[in-house]
């Protein structure tokens, strides 16, 4: 089966927590947009019916999908990325519908008015928005994932066995670190399993060589996770 | 099988949603918190090992699930209210995370700097939010769900059959009725699909019958829907 992903090129956005799974499952992908451009992705987007409210998309054989959280539910079992019993993917998804929840808040840092006004336009809104996020809601966030890898036992959400869970969860660390440095130095103290648990992501020769690669778009100020010194102080 | 649903008890909520399901579909459940307090759900939350991130939570015989869109993606075939094939059943799911994305996105018409603000700490942002969300999101949102309903052939997302997202997608219309008289009054000349589709649900028996018992809470000042006046202008 060769998946087709349909996302931005240009960041790592959303898609990013596709292209990790696809990448750890040692799946046959093409990340289309890149290859072939823009257009054949918005052409996707716009065929006429059941078409996606917005990338990432992926095509497998005769689906085409949209949502980072069902692309995922739906290649766990097929790459060998989530346990088979009902109520472990449950539990996964259940898991990363709380990803997409915190990933949103996370976008909101940078934009909490409206995605339509530049970042500029909306500075002293954001720094509120920030302060707020990083007194509350990261704490509450990230303690949640820290205590559910300390129940499984650890390194993983499921113990010993990696999940495409794991995987975003890398991606949620790596791009705070990089977003917000200081502020991320402070909270990681109270988050060594999330720590652990980024690293050891790291560390799997797939991802190890994805990270290495010139697939792996950099982080940079266009995606979710930007830097901006003065939101990090 | 009787099923527990675990949520706020004084408002409709994400909740509401599940709600929606459980009324249409004849579930034998209890709303927990309604009837035996909150602490009966808090317990549930905090309970040792795969505890949910938020309320609403399903219990469903030794399934205790969260994330709204996934109750609804657990309940969807168990009470008919999704076509069976693999397909219908991950576009229903695509569709409802849609709502998902939709309704955080009402609720910070209100909330856009923090929840853990007072309203009245937020209102200059919640005015430029509001406006941004009226002139770019809620046409965007609402156009794309009126051209899904119009390539089915109606009055429903899957056509002729009831499906959970059209319970959910009335909601999002009676609820931007009651939040926003004038500006959704204004933008429904373009989706007369969806003002369709709300009625059409509103009139089905077991709705029409849930509607006006008083296991619907009504709209009020603490749910995502909320109507303050200077926001509707």
């Known amino acids: ?9 240009e960041i790592q956005g959303r898609g990013e927590f596709v292209r990790l799974a696809l990448e750890e499952g040692g799946a046959d992908y093409v990340d ?9 992705m918005t052409a996707v987007m716009e065929r006429g019916v059941r078409s996606a409210y ?18 995922l539910q739906f290649l766990g079992p097929r790459l060998g990325l989530c346990p088979r019993g009902e109520a472990d993917r449950l539990w996964a998804h259940q898991l990363q519908l709380t ?12 934009h909490p008015i409206s995605s339509a006004l ?8 954001a720094k ?18 820290e205590r559910v890898v300390a129940q499984s036992g650890g390194p ?17 660390v790596a791009g705070l670190r990089y977003a917000f440095p200081k502020r991320m130095r402070r909270l990681e103290r109270s988050l060594p399993r999330l720590a652990a648990l980024h690293d050891r992501v790291a560390r799997r020769p797939r991802i190890a060589a994805y990270l290495k690669s010139e697939r792996r778009i950099p982080f940079n100020e266009w995606g979710i996770f930007r830097r901006y010194p003065e939101l990090d102080s």
Chains 1, 2 share one sequence.
């Open 118 to 125: 530049y970042y500029e336009d909306q500075k002293p809104a």
């Open 99 to 110: 990803v997409t929840d915190f990933v949103k808040e996370i976008h909101d840092t940078h």
């Open 1 to 9: 089966m060769r998946y087709e992903l349909y996302y931005w090129p």
């Open 156 to 172: 993983y959400v499921f113990g010993r066995r990696v999940c495409y869970v794991d995987l975003s969860l890398f991606q949620i």
């Open 54 to 71: 917005a990338p990432p998309i992926l095509k497998a054989g005769r689906f085409t999908i949209a949502q980072t959280a069902l692309i």
């Open 128 to 145: 509120r928005y920030t302060e707020a996020f990083w007194r509350h809601r990261a704490p509450k966030m990230l303690g949640y994932f």
């Open 32 to 40: 289309v947009a890149r290859t072939r451009g823009v257009k054949a």
